[in-house]
């Protein structure tokens, strides 16, 4: 809605007062960015959106794409020449076309079987209430135009807090799940590598702060000791390619981690190992 009034400014030079045909060049100006934009979305959306939302997960990619497209909103009062404009409208264009196809996309995901289509209305309806909602709120135009912008775009940032929140409550029920599931079966994959490096970031950084470490690690001297007592805790595992000293170490550190009963399928598959090989040597 503010987008073509913002290209009708005096400061663009497109539009004097009284200009009948400045206003029709304004008109055909916001056309062009609208279809630039449109053009950014459906590429965003037909190549690098599937790409991201399987290796990052919905809500992160939503998370993302909206903070991008925040960030743009709030600067679009700021330029003093319309071509500055492009980038901020091409980056807004490629972060809302993260967000649009995430959030149905996950609702559909979250709702019980037999309940998609009415997730999907009920988020549909308040979308809808959001799209009669925003443009009341274009009297601060009249006020401030970059308040007016910065404010959209502070609507975006809610919108990343929520979504981070959702994501962090989504990731520790997954790893309760996979936890319990592990516990019951041996064989149970693990999460995708990169989440769950991301996941033991923010383990590492709670524990940190729970054995007050971290007020001390703006020192080198703390830092150093950190990592020292990282690598100390982490016993060395020997390569898979020496099978039968993988599976010594694998069953020691399920030992001292307290997972007896992995340890003891380790030992076991060790003890199949050894008297497969006793049985060969025989032969």
Avoid: C
């Amino acid at each position: 809605v503010m987008l073509p009034l913002l290209i009708a400014e005096p400061k663009f030079g497109i539009v004097d007062e009284d200009d009948d045909d400045g206003r029709a060049e304004a008109g055909s100006i916001t056309g062009y960015f609208f279809a630039g934009m449109g053009l950014t979305q459906a590429v965003t959306m037909a190549i690098l959106f599937p790409k991201y939302s399987r290796q990052y997960g919905l809500i992160n990619v939503a998370a993302v794409g909206a903070a991008v497209h925040g960030i743009a909103m709030s600067l679009y009062g700021l330029p003093p020449q319309l071509p500055a404009l492009v980038p901020l409208a091409v980056a807004a264009s490629f972060g809302n076309s993260l967000v649009v196809p995430s959030v149905p996309g996950f609702l559909s995901s979250q709702a019980k079987p037999g309940q998609t289509a009415q997730t999907l209305a009920i988020g549909s309806l308040l979308q809808s209430m959001a799209l009669v909602a925003g443009p009341n709120l274009t009297f601060l135009y009249a006020v401030d135009v970059t308040l007016a912008f910065v404010v959209a775009g502070a609507f975006s940032g809610i919108s990343v807090v929520l979504l981070l929140i959702i994501s962090n409550i989504q990731l520790k029920r997954r790893m309760a799940e996979m936890e319990k599931k592990a516990e019951e079966d041996p064989k149970a994959p693990g999460m995708p590598k990169a989440i769950y490096l991301r996941e033991l970031h923010g383990y590492l950084d709670e524990l940190l702060k729970t054995r007050n470490y971290m007020d001390a690690l703006e020192r080198y001297r703390a830092q150093v000791v950190v990592k020292d007592l990282i690598a100390g805790a982490l016993p060395y595992i020997r390569p898979v390619s020496d099978l039968k000293g993988h599976l010594e170490d694998v069953e020691y550190v399920l030992l001292r981690t307290g997972h007896t009963a992995w340890a003891d399928s380790a030992r076991n598959a060790l003890l199949n190992l050894s008297s497969g090989v006793t049985g060969r040597s025989r032969a």
